[in-house]
């Protein structure tokens, strides 16, 4: 019986979500307000469960609120004052950390960009101009090194895109505009896909037309 009414909910909410191709109605309203509050409830348990409870109040509760380690004072002195954002009186007192954390999350992404995108497409691009015995490969090295140079000419503004430079400039825009395309396709693809199994799901689970 619960499987039945879970099939029974999913079905609906799934051809809520498709009603939006006709126009815009409750029904779809309904389905995307639920989604974005399921999302917003998991995605709160997720961040207590993993990560305020384990790192900051157990540590406390097992220690005394007075015996724990000094460092884990200062996310919960944030923490408070975060939530004089609530109060409109005192809501600048919310700034210091959020600015705190706006600036600790840009360090934190610049060194990441830097060390896990940055440096490895660098090393990536240190390939061998000959292969023996593998066309092929040969063929792949020459095409991403002569991509990615004429991708970085294309990208220097300090020089007016004409002549020679600017023919360089425009094979990089060939290799952008394929790379977009690619990404373009694998996007549709994905979409696609999700489109396949919640039909299959309509078709099989939920109205047996299919096995």
């Not at 706006?102 to 390939?127: E, N, W």
């Not at 002569?146 to 503004?157: A, N, R, S």
Request: avoid cysteine; glycine fraction near 10%.
């Amino acid at each position: 019986m619960i499987e039945t009414i879970g099939i029974w909910l999913a079905a609906f909410f799934t051809l809520s979500i498709f009603s939006f191709l006709y126009k815009d109605n409750p029904f779809y309203k309904i389905a995307e307000h639920l989604y974005v509050g399921i999302s917003a409830a998991f995605w709160l348990i997720y961040v207590w469960s993993f990560t305020v409870y384990p790192l900051l109040v157990k540590p406390m509760i097992e220690k005394g609120l007075w015996g724990s380690n000094a460092v884990l004072w200062i996310p919960l002195i944030f923490s408070i004052m975060m939530l004089f954002r609530l109060v409109p009186r005192y809501g600048w007192i919310s700034r210091w950390p959020m600015a705190f954390t706006v600036g600790l999350g840009a360090g934190l992404g610049l060194t990441g960009a830097i060390q896990g995108i940055l440096f490895p497409q660098m090393r990536a691009t240190v390939l061998d101009l000959w292969v023996k015995n593998n066309p092929l490969v040969t063929i792949n090295n020459w095409l991403l090194i002569i991509g990615v140079i004429t991708t970085i000419f294309y990208f220097f503004f300090s020089q007016e895109h004409k002549g020679a430079f600017g023919k360089v400039a425009r094979v990089g825009i060939a290799f952008i505009m394929i790379s977009f395309g690619a990404s373009f396709g694998f996007t549709v693809m994905a979409r696609v896909s999700i489109l396949i199994g919640r039909v299959g799901f309509l078709l099989g689970d939920w109205l047996h037309l299919i096995k």
